[in-house]
């Protein structure tokens, strides 16, 4: 059986975990969300780096075969050095510019995302390479990433949050949002609403999944076949994840603590 470790900055991704059980349900999940860093869109990128040197680690320690950096942020910063130093397979995302280009008819898209990301190297490189004639207007989106773990995905404060992102995205004329943070899919319920039914929204997780069952049987083709089994971690506060992360899931889970040395 092949184990699949899997972080991020926090729950947002379990939105990808849940595309990655949709595509492979027989291999071993190992999630890690590093709520006590959480978030990762105003940090600096060697802290990035440092968080997920310590988190691929930990995910290898617990067997590991392949790495899903499933965090948008997380793989702007630090997927490069990752693949420098392990030599599994490490898997990163980034938001759906090429898809999202392909979809706009207003030849608008817009990308709500995190600073971080935005801000990024990769990212510019991102749409210099698909962008072409597309107008790409972006939005970072300070304190969403927060209420998604507070498990507060509903509230009006989250409307209101929402209302104020996806306002100026509007009024350029996108027809196409991307969202380019894992932990924004847990909002779409909420967007849709606030956008109305003519915006198409495009989110990356179902691609990263799809990508990954590729490589795995390509570079691990020797996995067989297990008993699925899917392990919480936090470096947040364990009673709290259990709850979010049950709700986010969609089933009960055990959230344990990261060992203090991964924390
Ligand atoms: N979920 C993350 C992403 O995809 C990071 C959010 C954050 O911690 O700022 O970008």
């Known amino acids: 059986m092949t184990a699949i470790g899997v972080f991020d900055s926090g729950v947002g991704g379990l939105s ?23 978030p990762y869109g105003d940090k600096s990128a ?48 980034e938001p759906a510019v090429k898809p999202a280009v392909a979809a706009t008819n207003s030849g608008v898209v817009g990308v709500l995302a995190t600073i971080g990301t935005l801000e990024s190297a990769r990212f510019a ?22 209420q ?24 350029r004329g996108a ?16 967007i849709r609403e606030v956008v109305g039914e003519g915006i198409t929204l495009v989110d990356t997780g179902e691609a990263v999944a799809r990508h990954l069952q590729r490589r795995l049987l390509t570079e691990l083709p020797s996995h067989a076949v297990g008993n ?19 709700v986010l899931w969609g089933s009960p889970v055990e959230a344990r603590r990261l060992p203090l040395e991964f924390a």
């Open 228 to 246: 699925a089994s899917a392990q919480f971690f936090t470096s947040g506060e364990v009673t709290q994840a259990t709850r979010i992360m049950s």
């Open 175 to 190: 027809d196409t949002i991307i969202l380019g943070c894992t932990h924004y899919p847990f909002l779409a319920a909420m």
């Open 16 to 38: 990808v975990l849940h595309h990655i059980r949709q595509m492979l349900p027989d291999e071993r999940l190992i999630y890690v969300a590093d709520s006590a860093h959480v």
């Open 125 to 146: 490189a991102l749409l210099e390479r698909y962008a072409g004639n597309v107008e790409i207007v972006t939005q970072g989106c300070p304190g969403l990433v927060e």
């Open 148 to 171: 998604v773990e507070l498990g507060d995905l509903y509230s009006s404060r989250t409307r209101e949050l929402i209302e104020r992102y996806t306002a100026p995205l509007l009024a």
């Open 46 to 93: 060697d802290y990035i780096e440092r968080r997920s040197i310590a988190l691929t680690n930990f995910l290898i320690s617990q067997g590991a075969d392949a790495i899903v950096i499933a965090c948008n942020t997380a793989t702007a910063a630090a997927a490069a050095l990752l693949r420098r130093e392990f030599s599994i397979p490490i898997l990163g995302m």
